[in-house]
């Protein structure tokens, strides 16, 4: 006889007035299973998975029915709801900036659910907070207790809403994207734990994310969603070796093509840089003083016209502040040269004519443009510094071509970046700073937040757009698929140094160093680079 669902969806609906953006899903979890709902962004994935615990916006209304253990979710009273969250089923949110509280410490977060649900003192809280931290693979734990999250990395703050949300053993546990912020490793572990969790508890998991190549390895079960519907549900196995339909072999097909090795030649240097440092100091505790943190450190490299330097390493190796720091956005030690030009000594005013001609493309393309200026305002913003004689009108006819070049269309210089998708907001961010005809762009994390459908898009613009002006690139991330994509050399860092540089192909194919070897390993598993 076969066993009642851990969890069902009935004809589960979302509507937010006269549009729905859920439409009749109906599928099942079953104890224990790993339960993959997969697709682009505004397929419907994460709108079904916040109808479970009823966390939808005011303004929309779910219909149909959600069964946990024969209880219907949507029907249940607040106070019986409430004893349900966090406590059997948990969550967690792909964005942990907007998951953790500003205003209070990771310790005393993780601490509060503990005391709320578990009813430990508060000594018990924090020495299993601690345990908490340790497992979900943050360093120092003690210390990273007192921390607040905007000390902490995009990726420390996520294994952080991780630990919240495994902190008291849910029976279900649904994961929202948990590893797009993460770094191969980091992410690799993240998923190995809650595998683990999954066999030593019995835990049923609800997993989200727009990566089948990362759902092929765990997943039991997956759905395909589009447009809020599923197209496609089944065994993972079947789904993913023989899909039946075109957008799932499209989804498995979106993964980005190796860059084909290409000569140095004798292109021009546009910088090169010698033993760059850069510390942080932090207070300690009472008796501690304050603790520094050499974020860069030592660190010399070279960038010729028309080539991309991929700088790969985990959350907090070092890789954003290293570019930055070319940039001479924050204070650094060490000789930075841009074109023959030794910008070491210079100061505000006279680096202020060089910043056209280097640019910084932001790893979130909505949170980089200002909400309250139109699209046209923000492309061109750059120009109103460096080309003040400009007209408006000729501004706008700037920023029209500058749109078109990264294949926008430029009517869309009149809306809001609310009103376009996270793929049009990164391409507005690439338009912003070639309008500028710069020389070198600094990209951090440009695509890290993208389906890999609009990955791919985003980096074929990229190497069209470096081909047709001989642009240099410094790629940063912690995807190595994206920089297997991108980059024609690779710098792996760890710590502030740089472990290990060579050409593309040799990091990817045969690293030396046993870091390099790990990010490799964690990256493409037993799959082909």
Same mark, same amino acid.
């Given at each position: 006889?076969?066993?009642?669902?851990?969890?069902?969806?009935?004809?589960?609906?979302?509507?937010?007035?006269?549009?729905?953006?859920?439409?009749?899903?109906?599928?099942?979890?079953?104890?224990?299973?790993?339960?993959?709902?997969?697709? !682009?962004?505004?397929?419907?994935?994460?709108?079904?998975?916040?109808?479970?615990?009823?966390?939808?916006?005011?303004?929309?209304?779910?219909?149909?029915?959600?069964?946990?253990?024969?209880?219907?979710? %949507?029907?249940?009273?607040?106070?019986?709801?409430?004893?349900?969250?966090?406590?059997?089923?948990?969550?967690?949110?792909? !964005?942990?900036?907007?998951?953790? *509280?500003?205003?209070?410490?990771?310790?005393?977060?993780?601490?509060?659910?503990?005391?709320?649900?578990?009813?430990?003192?508060?000594?018990?809280?924090?020495?299993?907070?601690?345990?908490?931290? *340790?497992?979900?693979?943050?360093?120092?734990?003690?210390?990273?207790?007192?921390?607040?999250?905007?000390?902490?990395?995009?990726?420390?703050?996520?294994?952080?809403?991780?630990?919240?949300?495994?902190?008291?053993?849910?029976?279900?546990?649904?994961?929202?994207?948990?590893?797009?912020?993460?770094?191969?490793?980091?992410?690799?572990?993240?998923?190995?734990?809650?595998?683990?969790?999954?066999?030593?508890?019995?835990m049923a998991l609800i997993f989200i994310s727009h990566d089948l190549s990362l759902v092929r390895r765990f997943a039991d079960s997956v759905q395909v969603m589009r447009n809020g519907e599923i197209v496609e549900s089944?065994?993972?196995?079947?789904?993913?070796?023989a899909p039946k339909q075109e957008y799932t072999r499209l989804l498995l097909a979106a993964v980005p093509e190796p860059r084909q090795a290409r000569p140095v030649g004798d292109a021009p240097i546009v910088l090169s840089a010698r033993d760059i440092s850069m510390a942080y100091r932090l207070r300690g505790g009472w008796l501690a003083g304050k603790l520094e943190i050499k974020a860069v450190d030592g660190v010399?490299?070279?960038?010729?016209?028309?080539?991309?330097?991929?700088?790969?390493?985990?959350?907090?190796?070092?890789?954003?502040?290293?570019?930055?720091?070319?940039?001479? %956005?924050?204070?650094?030690?060490?000789?930075?040269?841009?074109?023959?030009?030794?910008?070491?000594?210079?100061?505000?005013?006279?680096?202020?004519?060089?910043?056209?001609?280097?640019?910084?493309?932001?790893?979130?393309?909505?949170?980089?443009?200002?909400?309250?200026?139109?699209?046209?305002?923000?492309?061109?913003?750059?120009?109103?510094?460096?080309?003040?004689?400009?007209?408006?009108?000729?501004?706008?006819?700037?920023?029209?071509?500058?749109?078109?070049?990264?294949?926008?269309?430029?009517?869309?210089?009149?809306?809001?970046?609310?009103?376009?998708?996270?793929?049009?907001?990164?391409?507005?961010?690439?338009?912003?700073?070639?309008?500028?005809?710069?020389?070198?762009?600094?990209? *951090?994390?440009?695509?890290?937040?993208? *389906?890999?459908?609009?990955?791919?898009?985003?980096?074929?613009?990229?190497?069209?757009?470096?081909?047709?002006?001989?642009?240099?690139?410094?790629?940063?991330?912690?995807?190595?698929?994206?920089?297997?994509?991108?980059?024609?050399?690779?710098?792996?860092?760890?710590?502030?140094?740089?472990?290990?540089?060579?050409?593309?192909?040799?990091?990817?194919?045969?690293?030396?160093?046993?870091?390099?070897?790990?990010?490799?390993?964690?990256?493409?598993?037993?799959?082909?680079?």
């Amino acid at each position: 006889m076969p066993t009642e669902p851990h969890l069902s969806f009935r004809n589960l609906s979302v509507a937010y007035g006269p549009s729905s953006v859920v439409k009749d899903v109906s599928f099942t979890v079953q104890r224990g299973e790993v339960a993959a709902v997969v697709g !682009e962004s505004g397929s419907g994935k994460t709108q079904t998975a916040l109808a479970i615990l009823r966390l939808l916006p005011a303004q929309a209304t779910p219909s149909g029915a959600i069964v946990f253990e024969g209880e219907d979710l %949507l029907a249940l009273s607040a106070r019986r709801l409430d004893a349900i969250r966090g406590r059997r089923i948990a969550f967690i949110f792909q !964005e942990p900036m907007s998951a953790l *509280d500003p205003l209070f410490s990771v310790g005393a977060q993780i601490g509060a659910i503990l005391r709320l649900r578990m009813g430990l003192s508060q000594s018990a809280a924090a020495k299993r907070a601690e345990e908490l931290l *340790d497992l979900v693979g943050i360093p120092e734990p003690a210390r990273r207790l007192r921390a607040y999250p905007h000390e902490l990395s995009g990726g420390q703050r996520q294994r952080v809403a991780i630990a919240m949300a495994i902190s008291c053993g849910p029976d279900l546990l649904i994961a929202d994207e948990p590893t797009t912020a993460l770094d191969v490793t980091v992410a690799a572990r993240i998923l190995e734990l809650l595998m683990d969790l999954k066999r030593r508890l019995g835990m049923a998991l609800i997993f989200i994310s727009h990566d089948l190549s990362l759902v092929r390895r765990f997943a039991d079960s997956v759905q395909v969603m589009r447009n809020g519907e599923i197209v496609e549900s089944g065994p993972a196995a079947e789904i993913l070796s023989a899909p039946k339909q075109e957008y799932t072999r499209l989804l498995l097909a979106a993964v980005p093509e190796p860059r084909q090795a290409r000569p140095v030649g004798d292109a021009p240097i546009v910088l090169s840089a010698r033993d760059i440092s850069m510390a942080y100091r932090l207070r300690g505790g009472w008796l501690a003083g304050k603790l520094e943190i050499k974020a860069v450190d030592g660190v010399s490299l070279t960038l010729r016209k028309g080539r991309t330097l991929g700088i790969a390493g985990e959350s907090g190796s070092g890789k954003s502040t290293l570019g930055r720091a070319l940039l001479k %956005l924050i204070p650094a030690q060490g000789a930075i040269i841009f074109e023959g030009r030794n910008l070491t000594a210079l100061d505000r005013a006279e680096m202020r004519p060089l910043r056209r001609f280097m640019q910084l493309v932001f790893q979130d393309p909505y949170g980089s443009l200002s909400p309250r200026m139109r699209i046209g305002d923000v492309v061109s913003e750059g120009l109103r510094v460096h080309e003040p004689a400009l007209t408006q009108e000729e501004r706008d006819r700037r920023a029209a071509r500058a749109l078109e070049e990264v294949s926008l269309d430029p009517d869309l210089r009149r809306r809001f970046p609310h009103e376009l998708s996270g793929g049009q907001r990164q391409r507005v961010a690439i338009a912003r700073a070639m309008i500028l005809k710069p020389r070198l762009v600094v990209l *951090d994390e440009p695509t890290s937040a993208l *389906d890999r459908s609009v990955q791919i898009e985003i980096l074929a613009l990229l190497r069209n757009l470096q081909d047709a002006h001989g642009l240099a690139y410094i790629f940063i991330s912690h995807d190595l698929a994206v920089l297997r994509a991108l980059a024609d050399e690779i710098a792996v860092m760890k710590d502030g140094r740089i472990v290990e540089q060579g050409e593309a192909r040799q990091i990817l194919e045969a690293p030396r160093d046993a870091y390099a070897r790990a990010l490799v390993a964690a990256a493409f598993g037993g799959d082909e680079v």
